[in-house]
């Protein structure tokens, strides 16, 4: 069921975050991972389930069994879904969440001014829609 599958929520109009996606996409092992956008209704609708506000567009979510993770938590547990050897990189698990976070916060504060914004999320290619929800 679609529900039990782990969730990728991402900024739909950020270049950098739809390259993430492409990313997860094309090295994810077993074709588990479902994304949807964070501005989509369905993506508002499932960070309000949560509890996070509806304009939480600054880091990418992962829902897993019901819990949310977030910024450089997310990415650690991301890791372990993708064939080798993207595995091994869930070592910088071992970073301080604190020191991860700032580097991703930092990154996600000059993303548009460095990797530029989109006016709308694009369609996903064919054999990829039924990945998307919402």
């Not at 939480?56 to 992962?62: A, C, K, P, R």
């Not at 897993?64 to 595995?87: D, K, T």
Request: glycine share 4%; net charge positive.
């Amino acid at each position: 069921m679609t529900a039990d599958l782990p969730l990728v929520l991402f900024d739909g109009v950020c270049n950098l975050c739809n390259a993430s996606v492409r990313f997860l996409l094309y090295r994810d092992r077993t074709a588990q991972l479902r994304y949807a956008s964070l501005q989509s209704e369905y993506g508002r609708a499932r960070l309000a389930a949560l509890g996070l506000p509806a304009d939480f567009t600054d880091s990418i979510v992962l829902i897993e069994a019901g819990r949310a993770y977030s910024r450089s938590a997310a990415v650690v547990r991301l890791l372990a879904y993708l064939r080798w050897p993207w595995p091994l990189l869930r070592v910088i698990a071992v970073i301080p969440a604190p020191l991860r976070d700032a580097l991703y916060d930092f990154i996600a504060r000059v993303r548009y001014r460095w990797f530029g914004r989109l006016d709308e999320c694009p369609m996903p290619r064919p054999e990829w829609r039924e990945r998307f929800l919402g």
